[in-house]
């Protein structure tokens, strides 16, 4: 992991994709702007229609409100995309103030940085989403500056959704979102608002329906955190060495969930754990 220099540093440059870097609270013009094709690369984040040609324009940056947030992603030109899109704090309101590509990064610049709202990715590196936010438990509660967490997610998975949630997220998007909206869900959020959207607020709303506790897979909870990772990975017919590369483990250790997943879920082979995971819409 790059070395973090806390809130007025900033990560070395990294020739890798899953570099990370904590900016600062002033860093605004200091920060290199993306280009326009790198923006446009980015699925899911383009600009909204109705926007003007410098992106979109939001009622909170035209009436000075200001709200520091923290990118958590393990792509690397998604971040650059979703920074083009909403950091320029003088037409969003959104100042970027540090970025992380994997659990242990996040947990080091959020708690450098102290940011409002977190924007983060369900499946990381080292954990995923429900391990930083397990983490950073404390920032979440403290009452003078609490910091708040919005999903930003690839997945519409029930499952992610309602763990996360559980984790103690105040909401969850997709990364079809347009930037106005996105800008506009950071901003709700900070107030702390729960922001969906339309089709995940479904899956929290039938998980929280009863005053009893949400159903449990049983199945499911005898995986541990990793093996949920390497069985998803495994369900979307990756291979053991892009997986190892994904995790940032090894072939051998891979190998070794793949097997433990097995013996406790009593299946036979990957394509039978593919059948398991996509029944409960794991994938």
């Known amino acids: 992991m790059s070395d973090v220099n806390g809130p007025t540093g900033q990560t070395p440059a990294s020739n ?5 870097a904590v900016g600062t609270a002033g860093a605004g013009a200091g920060a290199e702007a993306a280009t326009g094709s790198a923006a446009e690369s980015v699925a899911g984040v383009g600009v909204p229609t109705g926007s003007t040609a410098d992106g979109p324009h939001t009622t909170a940056a035209a009436g000075g409100r200001r709200v520091r947030v923290v990118l958590v992603d393990d792509h690397r030109m998604f971040r650059t995309g979703v920074q083009a899109e909403i950091g320029e704090t003088e037409r969003t309101g959104v100042e970027v103030v540090g970025e992380a590509a994997d659990v242990d990064q996040a947990v080091t610049v959020i708690t450098a940085t102290r940011p409002e709202v977190v924007l983060l990715d369900v499946h990381l590196p080292g954990g995923g989403g429900v391990e930083v936010l397990r983490r950073c438990a404390p920032l979440m509660a403290d009452a003078r500056q609490p910091v708040r967490f919005l999903a930003l997610s690839v ?3 029930a499952e992610d959704v309602i763990g996360v949630i559980r984790g103690g997220a105040r909401g969850y998007v997709t990364k079809t979102i347009t930037g106005t909206d996105l800008v506009d869900s950071v901003f709700r959020v900070q107030d702390g608002d729960a922001v969906f959207s339309p089709r995940l607020a479904g899956f929290v709303l039938d998980a929280f329906a009863s005053t009893d506790a949400p159903p449990v897979d049983e199945d499911l ?6 093996e949920r990772e390497v069985l998803r990975l495994i369900a979307r017919g990756y291979a053991y060495k892009e997986i190892a590369k994904q995790l940032f483990i090894s072939v051998k250790t891979v190998e070794s969930h793949v097997s433990a997943v097995l013996r406790k879920l009593q299946l036979s082979n990957r394509h039978e754990l593919t059948r398991w995971a996509t029944a409960r819409r794991l994938v």
Request: no cysteine.
């Open 155 to 157: 997945s519409d998975a």
């Open 221 to 226: 909870d005898r995986l541990t955190q990793r």
């Open 16 to 20: 890798g994709p899953e570099d990370a």
